[in-house]
């Protein structure tokens, strides 16, 4: 599926079990970088500072930086000898900076970023965000510390815009893991109040529609073995998130729309609201 892999770690489990995830998605010959980003900002005051008498323990802190960067690049030769030893074209980098500005940077030289974050009730924090709106490449946001299954595969697919991408990769899964696929589209109806004043959903043919909306999905997608399926709501990513869970979902792969400030705030983002909200691993695909 990907020639390069980069996968971001601080060594927290999830960061080392997205390693592990990250093997099924590698093309035969392909490589994976595993990259660490050691946090600049304290050594830089230490540095600027050069008399550091003010601090009593200036020179401890200076040795105890010294002593993390060693301890990270031994984890991470550890991560590649483990990898190696499987097979595997691995390797590792470590740099100095900010980690979601040098996780974007470094983006441009992959065709896949895979982030392992921690499992929370909602949300996800600022910088692993700012990674999935600014990477150049696809993102694989996998929350928790769980091996990843391929067995049911979910595309939200837009009908007017069907990316080729999306269709591709679907193909793709379905021969190298006979993946079953699920093809969702949502229509989005009225706000609840408008269509209770309108006379409640009868005013809409909705089951014409979705027998249209599911035609549309059959003639242009062409994959007979995947299910077809139509939703409706006021959420687009509520109602994925719904049919994910109901249906058992391993793994939900989407397209990222580029958007503007100004969209963003007015719009949102489809894809960046189904991963705050979810907990099934999503590939953003760019």
Partial sequence: MYNNILVPVDFSEESISAVKNSTNFINEGGKITVFHVFPVELASYLAFFQDMSFFEDASKIEAGLIKVREEAEEKLAEIVSEYSGKGLNIDAEIVDGKPYVEIIKKSKEYDLVVLGLRMKDYGI???????????????????????????????????????????????????????????????????????????????????????????????????????????????????????????????????????????????????????????????IVK
Avoid: C, W
């Avoid at 699920?182 to 229509?187: A, D, G, K, N, R």
């Avoid at 249209?212 to 077809?228: F, P, Q, R, T, W």
């Fill in 125 to 283: 924090s600022v910088s692993p965000m700012k990674v999935i709106r600014k990477a150049e490449s696809d993102v694989l946001i996998i929350k928790g510390k769980n091996d990843l299954s391929i067995e049911k595969v979910l595309f939200p697919v837009d009908i007017h815009h069907i990316n080729p991408r999306i269709v591709e990769m679907a193909k793709v899964l379905n021969e190298k893991y006979g993946a079953r696929l699920h093809f969702l589209t949502v229509v989005e109806l009225l706000p609840f109040e408008d269509v209770e004043y309108l006379g409640g959903q009868d005013v809409l043919n909705l089951d014409a529609m979705k027998e249209k909306v599911i035609s549309v999905l059959e003639d242009n997608i062409g994959l007979k073995d995947a299910e077809y399926a139509v939703t409706t709501g006021v959420d687009v990513a509520d109602e994925i998130n719904d049919y994910a869970k109901d249906k058992g979902v391993d793994l939900v792969v989407m397209a990222h729309k580029k958007m503007s400030g100004f969209e963003r705030t007015i719009l949102g983002s489809t894809s960046e609201k189904f991963v705050n909200i979810s907990h099934v691993p999503t590939l």
